[in-house]
């Protein structure tokens, strides 16, 4: 079953605004993992929490684990024209070998 | 000095033909993927392998077969193509695999497969 389901589907905001998305989950996690992709790229690695954690920051990058809500949350902050791209968020199960993404939030930063 | 290469960037191609995607990694990764992203974007995991063995086998038609000659290298090789296999297929390598897949994965370019 699918674990991520990411939350809006698409956003827009101005550059320098903060920008939240979420992610849902439905089984317990061993860990979750946050990827970018640009336009006609491939995935590219942000953060990973796990399931013992429930913040974490890289940069710009702030990350929220809530496992009684089977939710997490990616806000990037003081965003930026070159932060356009889909994120997405991937679970890990508990004992499982594998990430199962979601199917992503199109960001878009207007200048 | 391209961490995970797929070959081609790019593949258009007849329904029932037979094709292949081949992917490297520099990393010195022990573990390689296979994905498969559809037009709404979803990715779906296809293959894993751990030093040239199979561990991850989704469900996916025998059509589709991987080969991994040694741990840098894993290929896809497709057989009798559909119009449903139209998509972008990613590579991928992890350092190692165990309990959990903890590690972050790191992704090649991907091929666009396109089947008339």
């Known amino acids: 079953s699918q674990q991520g389901e990411e939350d809006p589907q698409a956003l827009s905001i101005q550059e320098g605004e903060n920008a939240t998305m979420n992610c849902s989950y439905k089984t317990s996690i061993n860990n979750l993992q946050w990827y970018r992709q640009n336009s006609g790229r491939g995935l590219v690695h942000l953060i990973l929490i796990r399931s013992n954690e429930r913040e974490k920051h890289s940069g710009r990058l702030r990350v929220t684990l809530d496992t009684s809500k089977k939710s997490s949350s990616l806000l990037i902050t003081a965003s930026r024209a070159a932060d356009t791209a889909s994120y997405f968020c991937?679970?890990?199960?508990?004992?499982?070998?594998?990430?199962?993404f979601g199917q992503g939030t199109r960001l878009t930063i207007n200048p | 000095d391209t961490a995970v290469s797929q070959t081609p960037k790019y593949l258009v191609t007849q329904m029932g033909n037979d094709k292949s995607i081949k992917c490297e990694q520099n990393l010195g990764h022990d573990t390689m993927y296979w994905y498969k992203q559809d037009s709404k974007k979803f990715l779906k995991i296809m293959f894993s392998y751990n030093n040239k063995e199979l561990i991850i086998n989704e469900t996916v038609p025998n059509r589709f077969s991987p080969k991994s000659p040694d741990k840098a290298h894993l290929n896809l090789h497709i057989n009798s193509l559909e119009l449903g296999d139209s998509a972008v297929y990613f590579c991928?390598?992890?350092?190692?695999?165990?309990?959990?897949?903890?590690?972050?994965?790191?992704f090649g370019p991907g091929t666009r497969l396109t089947v008339l």
């Open positions: 991928a390598s992890s350092p190692h695999h165990g309990a959990g897949a903890t590690n972050e994965q790191f």
């Open positions: 991937a679970a890990v199960g508990q004992g499982a070998q594998k990430l199962v």
